[in-house]
């Protein structure tokens, strides 16, 4: 496990931004979302969510705003911003050039 | 959900933002697992399993909130810079600075203190206590009959509201009551090089001698302030204030001229640890006493 977190160190934030970008969404959401589509890889606790949504707003990337739902509770939504899909539109060609220098590594040679 | 509380130390619009936030994820957390069939107590205790240590948890959020941002920096170490422009540039010579500094410092505090204690404030409020100690001070150098009204009446008043704010300050966190006294060892230090009480007829002219360098402690304790308010973690927090505290009454001993004698030099230095380190020891006996730390 300390290893899978040393890997997701790094990408925590874009992954972030890649789900944000798609829809708005609240905090427990994201999480229930990152499990579902990583098939039970990316498991997020609360301390780990949430101050990487604060890093992500305070860098302009995304802006959380309160909505009044139906039922009258209130939910914090996670938006992009301009400046948020321009970065994750570098960090996805960043993402798959990263990830085509590893396959070419990684994989082994066929002979 | 309290226990993260007791220890985000955030200021309390920020405090209540994520207090809100985590109520709302572990009603939906806790919703979830009623509706996949665990009981009530079951599903309260898997939330609280869930979360983790409440501690962790508040300290983590605490960090990707603690560092300010280089509007709040600037603002926090303006009074320090202030301080240090009055006496670098000698315009404490002129009564209309020292009016300006004074309104600008009670207008700040005021401010401060009732939009949330941010952590710019308390640098703020810490020179707006001065005022209230030099007040109390003259008032010890009225003629006979006079200074035991100030004994009697000034100083318990002003000693209340010196420990009213201070407790106030402990109680949103211990590191912004450092923060705030933070200037004391330094103007102690240089009250005594310019010893104001041994020979009061040429303590201006000293205070002019040394302004120079009474300006350059105060700019090392703005410097300080800044770091502050951009570090994440409490510790190297609490370790700029000591560090910049033995910078500052370094630099007091050395321009002195050997004014501070070496006794009241460590005695100050004892003294500034005491005051920048016991906030700590009075926040974990409030908290033992069962108040809450944030009001």
């Known amino acids: 496990m300390a290893k899978r977190g040393e890997l997701m160190k790094g990408s925590t934030d874009s992954l972030l931004l890649c ?62 911003t301009d400046k948020g899909r321009y970065t994750l539109v570098e960090k996805r060609s960043q993402w798959q050039e990263f990830l085509v220098a590893m396959n070419l590594i990684i994989q082994p040679v066929r002979v | 959900m309290d226990s993260v509380r007791d220890n985000l130390r955030l200021d309390l619009s920020a405090e209540r933002e994520v207090i809100n936030e985590l109520e709302t994820h572990i009603e939906d957390e806790l919703q979830d697992l009623k509706e996949a069939g665990l009981s009530e107590e079951e599903a309260a205790n898997t939330c609280v399993k869930l979360l983790g240590s409440a501690k962790l948890v508040a300290r983590q959020i605490y960090e990707a909130h603690s560092q300010g941002t280089w509007g709040q920096t600037l603002l926090a170490s303006m009074p320090h810079l202030l301080f240090g422009l009055l006496f670098a540039l000698n315009w404490w010579r002129g009564i209309g600075w020292l009016l300006i500094m004074l309104v600008l410092v009670l207008s700040m505090a005021v401010y401060g203190w009732w939009h949330g204690r941010p952590a710019w404030l308390f640098p703020w409020l810490g020179y707006s206590l001065l005022p209230v100690v030099a007040a109390g001070l003259l008032l010890l150098y009225l003629p006979k009959g ?66 120079p360098w009474i300006g350059l402690s105060f700019l090392a304790l703005a410097v300080a302030v800044a770091t502050f308010i951009r570090l994440r973690q409490r510790w190297l927090k609490a370790t700029v204030l000591v560090i910049s505290g033995l910078i500052t009454l370094t630099m007091v001993a050395y321009y002195a001229d050997g004014r501070l004698s070496l006794p009241a030099f460590l005695v100050l230095i004892i003294a500034m640890l005491s005051l920048l380190l016991s906030p700590a020891l009075v926040e974990r006996k409030l908290r033992r006493g069962g108040q809450q730390p944030v009001v």
């Open chain 2, 146 to 211: 006079w200074s035991w009204l100030a004994i009697l009446l000034y100083i318990p008043l002003a000693l209340w509201l010196l420990y009213s704010i201070t407790v106030q300050t402990i109680k949103r966190d211990w590191l912004y009551s450092s923060l705030m006294l933070l200037p004391v060892p330094t103007i102690i230090g240089w009250f005594l090089a310019v010893e104001v009480a041994k020979f009061p007829g040429h303590w201006l002219e000293r205070l002019h001698q040394f302004a």
């Open chain 1, 19 to 80: 789900l944000i970008g798609q829809q708005p969404m609240y905090g427990y959401q994201i999480i229930k979302e990152l499990d579902k589509r990583s098939q039970g890889y990316f498991k997020f606790k609360e301390g780990t969510l949430y101050p990487a949504l604060r890093r992500v707003e305070r860098a302009g990337l995304i802006v959380g705003k309160w909505q009044l739902l139906p039922s009258g509770q209130q939910r914090k939504y996670y938006h992009i």
